[in-house]
C-alpha cells in the first residue's frame, strides 16, 4: 500500500516511522524546507526519544519531500497530520487541514482514503470530504476516515507501536478495510464507529485528563490551606482503580500544544452549540491559575522582585519534549522581568527554542550549577529527571539564599529543610515558613 503523510510534526513524522517500522513505505510531506532537508540528512526536528533511531533503522522505506503533487497523486492512504492550532476565540483553527484536502482534490488520480489525524472539532470530517469533492480534479472516489491520535510526547514512538486502541470512524466497509490493512502488523484493539463520535472521542479524552489534572491541582491548593499532603492523597486516590493513579501529580497545571487548546475548543463548540460545558470551563479557568502559582508563592518570601537572581529550571511543557507550546515557563518568565528580576535559566533540551524567544532578555545555563549560583530564589517548572536527582545540598552551598519555589515537588519536603532550605512546593505544608520574610 503506497501511504502518504500530510505534516512531519509531532504526529506526522511519529506515525510515519512507526509505520515504516511495521513494513510500510511511506511518503512524508511538508511546506517546511528546513524540516524537509534536516529530515532528508537523517535527523530529525523534533526531540522524541527512540525517534531517530526508527528514522535510520527504516530510512529505505521512508521519503521526506516538499513536494505534495508526487506524494498523494497515487497514493492509496493520505493521513493528515497538520496542526490545528488555537484561534483568538478559543475554536480550533482549520486552514492547514483545509489546505491539504484542496491539495488532495487537486492531485489525486485513483481512489483512494484520506484518514485525519490532526485533532478536530465534530463535524470536521465531514466538511473535508465536503471540500474534497467540490474541487475533484479527476473522476475518482475518496472517502475521508477519522483516526485521531491518542500518542503523549516523550513518549510518542512508545504510545504508537503500542498504543492501547486504535479509533477509526468510518463510512464505509472500504474505508475500515484500507485502514486495517495499514495497521495490520500493530496488533492493537480498534474502536470502530462513525465519523463525528470518533472526532468526540478524542476531545472528550484529552479533556477528561485536563479536567484530572485540574482536579487535584485544586485538591493540592487545598491541602496547603488545611495542613493536609497531596502526595499521600494522590497515593491514596491512585490505587483506587476506579480512578487510576495517572495524571494525579499536582502541579502548575497542564501546558502543551493539546491539552490548553483541546479544552478551549470543545468549550467553544459546546457554547457554539447552546450548551455550556461547565466542567471544561472550571478546568480552563483553574489551570490559567495554577499557572501563575509560584509568583503568588514568592511574594510570601519578597516584597518584590526587582533587582533578585532568579534561577528558572526546566522550561518545557513537561519532561521528554523539547516543545515549548503552553509551557507554564512561557507565563512566568516574562512576570518575573516585568517585576524586575533577572533571570536565568536552563533545561536539559529546550535551550535552543527558549533562545528564539526571549534572545538576550534573560541569561542561559549550561548547568543547574551554574543556573542557581549565586541565586535568591529557584524556581522549578519542568520536572526533568536531571533536576530530581540534583543532589539537593549543592543548592544550600551555591545561591545566594537557599530559597526553592517548586512547581513539581520534585524534592522530599524532609529532605529539603535538612539541607537547610526554604522549600516551598505544591499542595506540601513547608517547613519553617514562619521564618521567612526577606
Ligand atoms: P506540529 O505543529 O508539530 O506539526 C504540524 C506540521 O504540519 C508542521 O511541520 C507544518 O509545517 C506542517 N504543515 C502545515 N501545513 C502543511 C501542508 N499544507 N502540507 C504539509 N505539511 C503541512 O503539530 P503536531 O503537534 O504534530 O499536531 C498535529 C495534530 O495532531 C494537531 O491537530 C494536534 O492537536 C494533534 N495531536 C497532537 C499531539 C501531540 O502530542 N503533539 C497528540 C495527539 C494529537
Given amino acids: 500500500m503506497r501511504v502518504s503523510v500530510a505534516g512531519t510534526g509531532y504526529v506526522g513524522l511519529v506515525t510515519a516511522v512507526c509505520l515504516a517500522e511495521k513494513g510500510n513505505i511511506v511518503t512524508c510531506v511538508d511546506i517546511d524546507r528546513e524540516k524537509i532537508n534536516l529530515l532528508n540528512s537523517g535527523v530529525s526536528p523534533i526531540y522524541e526519544p527512540q525517534l531517530e533511531e526508527l528514522m535510520w533503522k527504516n530510512k529505505n522505506m521512508i ?5 505534495y503533487i508526487e506524494a498523494y497523486r497515487d497514493a492509496d492512504l493520505i493521513i493528515i497530520a497538520v496542526g490545528t492550532p488555537e ?9 492547514y487541514l483545509f489546505e491539504v484536502a484542496k491539495q488532495i482534490a487537486n492531485t489525486v488520480v485513483k481512489d483512494c482514503v484520506v484518514a485525519i489525524k490532526s485533532t478536530v472539532p465534530v463535524g470536521t470530517n465531514d466538511k473535508v470530504e465536503r471540500i474534497i469533492k467540490e474541487n475533484l480534479k479527476y473522476d475518482v472516489k475518496i472517502e475521508v476516515v477519522s483516526n485521531p491520535e491518542f500518542l503523549a510526547q516523550g513518549t510518542a514512538v512508545r504510545d504508537t507501536l503500542s498504543a492501547t486502541r486504535i479509533v477509526l470512524g468510518v463510512e464505509s466497509e472500504n474505508a475500515e478495510q484500507v485502514m486495517k490493512e495499514v495497521y495490520r502488523e500493530f496488533n492493537i484493539p480498534y474502536v470502530i464507529t462513525d465519523r463525528k463520535s470518533a472526532e468526540m472521542i478524542k476531545y472528550a479524552s484529552n479533556d477528561f485528563l485536563a479536567l484530572k489534572v485540574s482536579y487535584i491541582n485544586e485538591i493540592a491548593n487545598l491541602c496547603e490551606i488545611v495542613g493536609a499532603n497531596i502526595e499521600d492523597v494522590s497515593k491514596g486516590m491512585g490505587m483506587d482503580p476506579r ?3 495517572q495524571f494525579l501529580n499536582a502541579g502548575i497545571g497542564y501546558g502543551g500544544s493539546c491539552f490548553p487548546k483541546d479544552t478551549k475548543a470543545l468549550h467553544w463548540l459546546a457554547n ?6 461547565k466542567t471544561i470551563k472550571a478546568t ?8 501563575i502559582k509560584l509568583i503568588k508563592k514568592a511574594r510570601k518570601y519578597f516584597n ?5 537572581n532568579v534561577a528558572v529550571l526546566g522550561l518545557t511543557f513537561k519532561p521528554g519534549t523539547d516543545d515549548l507550546r503552553e509551557a507554564p515557563s512561557l507565563t512566568n518568565i516574562p512576570l518575573l522581568l516585568e517585576g524586575g528580576a533577572k533571570v536565568n535559566v536552563w533545561d536539559p533540551v529546550g535551550m535552543e527554542n527558549i533562545k528564539k524567544i526571549f534572545l538576550d532578555e534573560i541569561s542561559y545555563s549550561s548547568s543547574i550549577e551554574e543556573a542557581i549560583t549565586n541565586a535568591d530564589i529557584c524556581f522549578i517548572f519542568t520536572e526533568w529527571p536531571e533536576i530530581k536527582d540534583f543532589d539537593i545540598e549543592k543548592y544550600a552551598k551555591l545561591m545566594k539564599r537557599p530559597l526553592i519555589i517548586d512547581g513539581r515537588n520534585c524534592y522530599s519536603v524532609t529532605d529539603a529543610t535538612n539541607s537547610g532550605i526554604i522549600y516551598d512546593s505544591i499542595g506540601r505544608k513547608t517547613i519553617a515558613e514562619e521564618l521567612l520574610k526577606i
Fill in 272 to 277: 457554539y452549540n447552546d450548551y455550556e460545558l
Fill in 304 to 308: 518584590s522582585l526587582n533587582g533578585l
Fill in 63 to 67: 521519503l521526506y519531500q516538499n513536494d
Fill in 243 to 245: 480512578i487510576g493513579n
Fill in 87 to 95: 484561534k483568538n476565540d478559543g475554536s480550533a483553527n482549520l486552514q
Fill in 284 to 291: 480552563i479557568e483553574i489551570n490559567e491559575n495554577q499557572k
